[in-house]
């Protein structure tokens, strides 16, 4: 899925706002199933890319997945044959996907499995490695705005996870947890890395959050998420608008679709987003940056 979402990322197309993507694999029968939803035109033109997107299978990129592995299951991973790994991986890369609806029946009492080459070990004696990642609405813009505390947390919880999921990928760490703070103020993600590999620096993750927060905003991904805001009901395709009790959990504002069409305008966003900071604490460290 990384180098998928990198490719999709590099269209100026984001996960949760024009798409979302997931890959399972199945136990029984080893079946592996990408779920590929697309919420625009220039996502659904995609599809037929994704379909005959090309893996690039490298010793990096082995070992950087494998940390990933290994920091969510929260496990060591063990590799009993690297090689076999590599090669097991390129001729996967051969087969075809195939859409579901054209399987018929595939019964997977038959099937055989050899012996993996990858493990999850017994070890769980080290607790992960965090690098929490934040973005903080000024107090005082907040105060005097109050529906700019609904927009900060309905936006930075998309861009935290845009971003987040990108550098979970870079650095081998895995996307762990998405929280709000101080009444609304503050949204965090918690990146976790295994016990044997250290974190890049808190400054790195500052810059990166930055650089994709202005990336979002050169594609107009802030611009289309404005319109959808402002034309969204919890009437119809409501699985699609915001979720109104979190905002008001998190932030005391019960906000409504009449709120979002008069204050989720481009302007409103780009205001409450110059009054944001972003702070990363990482290895005992905290650096701060502004987003503009």
């Known amino acids: 899925m990384t180098q998928v979402n990198e490719m999709l990322y590099a269209k100026g197309l984001f996960k949760w706002l024009d798409f979302s993507i997931s890959g399972t694999t199945y136990e029984r029968g080893g079946f592996i199933v990408i779920d590929y939803r697309a ?51 390129r001729q996967l890369e051969l087969v075809q996907w195939e859409n579901i609806d054209g399987f018929k029946l595939i019964d997977t009492k038959g099937m055989r499995r050899r012996a993996h080459p990858v493990y999850l070990t017994h070890d ?41 999921y990108r550098m979970a990928a ?67 395709n409501a699985h699609q608008a915001p979720d109104f009790e979190r905002t008001l959990n998190e932030t005391g504002v019960l906000i409504g679709s009449e709120a979002w069409r008069s204050y989720a ?11 944001t900071e972003v702070s990363v604490r990482a290895s005992r460290k905290t650096a701060r940056a502004r987003l503009i």
């Not at 035109?41 to 592995?69: H, N, W, Y």
């Not at 965090?188 to 959050?209: C, D, G, I």
């Open 124 to 164: 769980k004696s080290s607790r992960p490695k965090i690098v929490k990642i934040s973005l903080e609405l000024d107090k005082k813009f907040a105060s005097e705005n109050r529906v700019a505390v609904a927009i900060f947390s309905t936006i930075a919880r998309f861009i935290l996870f845009s971003s987040s």
């Open 39 to 89: 919420y625009g035109d220039a996502a659904v033109k995609m599809i037929d890319e994704i379909k005959e997107f090309k893996v690039q299978i490298s010793r990096q990129s082995i070992e950087t997945a494998l940390q990933q592995v290994g920091a969510e299951e929260e496990y060591e991973v063990y590799v009993s044959d690297f090689k076999r790994l590599d090669k097991e991986l």
């Open 170 to 236: 870079r650095t081998g760490s895995y996307n762990a947890d998405m929280y709000s703070e101080n009444e609304g103020y503050k949204m965090s993600v918690e990146l976790h890395f295994v016990k044997n590999v250290s974190p890049p620096s808190a400054e790195y993750f500052a810059e990166e959050l930055v650089a994709s927060y202005q990336y979002i905003k050169e594609k107009e991904g802030l611009g289309r998420l404005s319109k959808d805001l402002a034309s969204m009901s919890y009437f119809e």
């Open 265 to 275: 305008n481009i302007d409103s966003i780009l205001k409450t987003f110059e009054n």
